[in-house]
C-alpha cells in the first residue's frame, strides 16, 4: 500500500487502496477492529480540536489510518447533521493542510526521513486537476521557476499564479477582504498568490473533496441496519458532543467575570495559570468556555498567562472554535465534564444546572452590577 494514502485518504487512489485491503467495513465494524477505535477517535477529534491527527501516531499502522477514515465517513453520516458535516470535512482539510506544509518543506529540503518520497505539490495539483491552473512566478535569474525547474535543495517560489477561474471557484468572501479578487494582482487572467495561500487553496479543494456525498444513508438494508446497530454506542457519543453546543447556546451571557465562573472552570484557569499542560479535553473544555463568552485570541492567552507555544496553541483553538456569530462548538456539558474528570469542587449552584455556561449565566443574574474582567485590557 501506498503510504501516502494512510496520510491523505482522500486521494483518488486511496479508494482503490481501500479495495486492494480486501476487508469492508462492514466486517472490521463487525470485528471491532482497531480501525474502527480510529475512526471514532478522527471524528471526535474533528468535533473537539479541529484536527483529525491521531494523538499516538505510533499507534497506529498505515492500513488502519487508511480504514479508518471510511469508518469516519460512516460515522459521520449516522450522525447526520450539518454541523458534524461541516467540521469534520474541515478538520480533514485542517489536517490535510498542516500536512502537505511539512511535505512541502521535506521536498524542498531534500529529507526522507522515512525512506517515503514527500509528497510534491505538482502531486496534488494532478490530484486536483489543477496541474494547467497553477504556475510558480517566474523569478529566476534565467526567467525559470518551479519544481519542475528546481535544482536539488532550490527552495519553492515565495508566489505563484492561479487561473482566475480557479481562484474564483476555491476562495470565498469569508476568508477576509485581501482574498476579494478587486484587492489582489491580476495579470493575464492569473491571480497572484503567496506559497501559503495556495496551501489555503488547496486546504479547500480538499474541504470540498471530504464534504462530498456526506452524509449518505447507512441504512436502508440489512447489512447497513447491522453497521448502525454496532455502531450505536459511538454515534450516541459524537451526538452527545454536538448536544453540548445546543444545549449551552441557550445560556446568554454579556460579560467576562473570573469570580463567577463555575467551580470546573475556575479550576482549570488556575491550573493554566500555574503553567500546567492540560489534557486536549481539559483545554478544549477551557478555552472554549472562554470564547463562548466572546472572549478572543489576546483575551484568552491573557487570562491564562499562557505564553510561547501554549498561547500559539491556545490560538488556533480559538480561530476553530470562533466565528462572527461567538462560539460555533460551546464547551461540554457538566455529564462530559464528569466523564473527564473535571467537574470538580461542586457546590450548591451545580446541583440545579447541566451545562457549565447555565451555571455562568445564573450566576451573572444573581450577582446584578459586575465589572467585566476585559475592561482592565483597555
Known amino acids: 500500500m501506498d503510504p501516502h494514502f494512510a496520510r491523505y485518504p482522500f486521494f483518488d487512489g486511496a479508494r482503490a487502496a481501500v479495495g486492494d485491503a480486501d476487508i469492508s467495513p462492514a466486517e472490521l465494524i463487525a470485528e471491532d477492529a482497531p480501525a474502527v477505535e480510529r475512526g471514532l477517535e478522527r471524528v471526535e477529534r474533528a468535533l473537539m480540536e479541529g484536527t483529525v491527527a491521531p494523538e499516538d501516531e505510533r499507534r497506529w499502522t498505515d492500513r488502519e489510518e487508511l480504514l479508518s477514515y471510511p469508518i469516519a465517513r460512516i460515522l459521520v453520516s449516522l450522525v447526520d447533521t450539518p454541523a458534524a458535516v461541516d467540521k469534520y470535512a474541515a478538520a480533514e482539510a485542517a489536517t490535510a493542510h498542516d ?21 510534491s505539490l505538482n502531486d496534488v495539483l494532478r490530484e486536483f486537476d489543477l496541474s494547467g491552473d497553477v504556475r510558480p512566478e517566474r523569478d529566476g535569474p534565467d526567467g525559470s521557476g518551479g519544481s519542475s525547474a528546481r535544482r536539488s535543495g532550490e527552495r519553492r517560489p515565495s508566489h505563484y499564479w492561479v487561473d482566475v477561474g480557479a481562484y474564483l471557484t476555491l476562495s470565498t468572501a469569508e476568508w477576509g477582504e485581501r482574498w476579494r479578487l478587486v484587492n489582489r494582482e491580476l495579470a493575464a487572467g492569473d491571480v497572484r498568490v503567496t506559497d501559503e495561500e495556495l496551501r489555503r487553496l488547496l486546504e479547500e479543494a480538499v474541504r470540498r473533496r471530504v464534504a462530498e456525498g456526506l452524509p449518505f444513508s447507512v441504512r436502508g438494508s440489512a447489512a447497513g441496519e447491522e453497521i448502525a446497530d454496532a455502531l450505536d454506542d459511538e454515534v450516541t457519543a459524537l451526538r452527545n458532543l454536538l448536544n453540548d453546543h445546543d444545549a449551552a447556546g441557550r445560556a446568554e451571557v454579556d460579560a467576562v467575570v473570573p469570580g463567577l465562573f463555575p467551580p470546573c472552570m475556575k479550576e482549570l484557569v488556575q491550573r493554566a495559570r500555574s503553567d500546567e499542560s492540560l ?54 456539558s457538566c455529564a462530559s465534564m464528569q466523564s473527564y474528570g473535571d467537574c470538580v469542587n461542586r457546590d450548591e449552584r451545580c446541583e440545579t444546572i447541566s451545562h457549565p455556561l447555565s451555571y455562568y449565566a445564573g450566576a451573572l443574574r444573581d450577582a446584578g452590577e459586575v465589572r467585566d474582567w476585559r475592561e482592565a485590557l483597555s
Open 99 to 119: 500536512r502537505l506544509r511539512a511535505d512541502f518543506e521535506s521536498d524542498d529540503d531534500g529529507l526522507q526521513s522515512t525512506g517515503t518520497r514527500p509528497v
Open 279 to 332: 489534557p486536549a479535553h481539559s483545554e478544549f473544555s477551557l478555552v472554549s468556555f472562554l470564547v463562548a463568552l466572546g472572549m478572543d485570541a489576546t483575551e484568552v492567552t491573557t487570562l491564562l498567562g499562557a505564553d510561547g507555544e501554549a498561547a500559539s496553541r491556545m490560538e488556533t483553538r480559538v480561530e476553530y472554535l470562533a466565528d462572527a456569530e461567538g462560539a460555533q462548538f460551546a464547551p461540554p
